[in-house]
């Protein structure tokens, strides 16, 4: 039988765009109609809580997607920047913060937006990435860039699919291509728990010392790691149950 998944050798920029061109509809329909739990019961409030508040600073969204995070925390923060590859995505961002006169959009990957985003003298940047991550190839790259943009003090918050378990939870941890201490690019249907898509997407598979290594080598020290599970009432949403976190989040400041 032919595996749903598939382990490639290389992928640019554009094609990770492009698969994202595909998926910002069904992406902006799951999450409107509450078909994402996820979304909206478990990842959504722990990244409130991990970027905080702070409405002299600016908040660097980066991969911001179609908006729905961005909507939630456009009004914790004098001032919003989302930078989007995904041109579609981008649209439906725009379409749906419009009331938000705080918020600006970038169409570019965040290695290649030059200094659209740099802040002022005095302000300082609370940079995210939510479930992004996982999806740049480049990851040094990323902390390069990174590195550059942001001065000691500012914070950057991260999530991603966890590593340990969600290629269990997904189902390649038995391909025989899969070693966890390997960085494996893996396409697949884009799927939640309450809806599944024929689209395919690329994700990036890490070991978690990675990410932790990269961002200490350009100066990142790393404050937080949270393994967030759905309470009981959250857990009843799902049509199954919870055995492990699925998920991974950072939070870490320049030093």
Not at 15 to 41: K, M, P, V
Not at 86 to 101: G, H, N, Q
């Amino acid at each position: 039988m032919n595996s749903k998944f598939s382990y490639i050798e290389s992928i640019s920029s554009q094609e990770l765009a492009s698969e994202w061109d595909g998926l910002a509809t069904e992406r902006h329909r799951q999450i409107y109609a509450g078909l994402d739990i996820t979304f909206t019961h478990v990842m959504a409030p722990l990244v409130e809580s991990l970027v905080g508040q702070n409405l002299d600073a600016t908040l660097i969204d980066i991969g911001s997607g179609t908006g729905e995070l961005t909507g939630r925390l456009a009004m914790r923060f004098k001032r919003v920047v989302c930078i989007e590859p995904s041109a579609r995505s981008l649209e439906v961002a725009k379409s749906i913060l419009s009331t938000f006169s705080n918020v600006f959009f970038i169409n570019s990957d965040f290695e290649d937006c030059g200094g659209q985003f740099f802040h002022d003298a005095d302000e300082k940047n609370i940079f995210l990435a939510a479930m992004m991550l996982s999806a740049d190839p480049q990851l040094d790259k990323f902390a390069q860039t990174l590195s550059r943009a942001a001065r000691r003090g500012d914070e950057f918050v991260a999530t991603i699919p966890h590593p340990c378990f969600w290629p269990r939870y997904w189902g390649y941890e038995k391909e025989s291509w899969f070693s966890y201490k390997k960085e494996l690019m893996i396409k697949a249907p884009f799927k939640i728990s309450l809806s599944g898509s024929e689209l395919k997407t690329t994700h990036i598979h890490r070991p978690i010392e990675t990410y932790i290594s990269t961002f200490s080598k350009y100066g990142f020290q790393l404050l937080n790691m949270s393994e967030p599970i759905p309470n009981q009432k959250i857990q009843s949403l799902y049509p199954q149950k919870w055995d492990f976190p699925r998920f991974l989040a950072f939070k870490w400041v320049k030093g």
